[in-house]
């Protein structure tokens, strides 16, 4: 992130993973930035530190979407989902599969991965389950 934004980092980072992904989205976020908790894949919580925080700039915060109505969960869907489309957010693809390694895929999301894991799908494909 820092590279991809010459050496600013991020000004938001939203976290769905927790763990060590909170801890490099501490790395990567910028002076004044913000690191948004919005929950944890990964099964662990980020621990803030206060002299990191304090000697960085940035702060952090919860968002979790239990305690939003269903009308800011909605909006807040479509305002991503349309940050995906024109490419202002773009997910890190980490790994690509055929459709036949449909399982080899959904195994590599255990553990904690972090990424993106793509199938691709062929016209007449049928997975070996």
């Given at each position: 992130?820092?590279?991809?934004?010459?050496?600013?980092?991020?000004?938001?980072?939203?976290?769905?993973?927790?763990?060590e992904?909170?801890?490099?989205?501490?790395?990567?976020?910028?002076?004044?930035?913000?690191?948004?908790l919005?929950?944890?894949?990964?099964?662990?919580w980020?621990?803030?530190?206060?002299?990191?925080?304090?000697?960085?700039?940035?702060?952090?915060?919860?968002?979790?979407?239990?305690?939003?109505?269903?009308?800011?969960?909605?909006?807040?869907?479509?305002?991503?989902?349309?940050?995906?489309?024109?490419?202002?957010?773009?997910?890190?693809?980490?790994?690509?599969?055929?459709?036949?390694?449909?399982?080899?895929?959904?195994?590599?999301?255990?553990?904690?991965?972090?990424?993106?894991?793509?199938?691709?799908?062929?016209?007449?494909?049928?997975?070996?389950?």
């Amino acid at each position: 992130m820092l590279e991809l934004s010459g050496g600013h980092g991020a000004d938001v980072i939203y976290d769905t993973v927790g763990g060590e992904t909170y801890e490099q989205a501490t790395r990567a976020v910028s002076r004044g930035g913000r690191v948004l908790l919005v929950g944890f894949a990964s099964g662990k919580w980020g621990q803030p530190d206060p002299q990191h925080l304090l000697f960085n700039d940035y702060s952090v915060s919860g968002a979790l979407a239990l305690f939003r109505s269903d009308t800011e969960r909605d909006l807040t869907q479509e305002a991503l989902s349309a940050f995906l489309r024109d490419g202002s957010i773009t997910p890190p693809v980490t790994e690509t599969y055929g459709f036949d390694d449909v399982p080899a895929a959904i195994a590599s999301r255990s553990g904690g991965a972090v990424g993106q894991a793509v199938v691709t799908v062929t016209r007449g494909a049928v997975p070996q389950l």
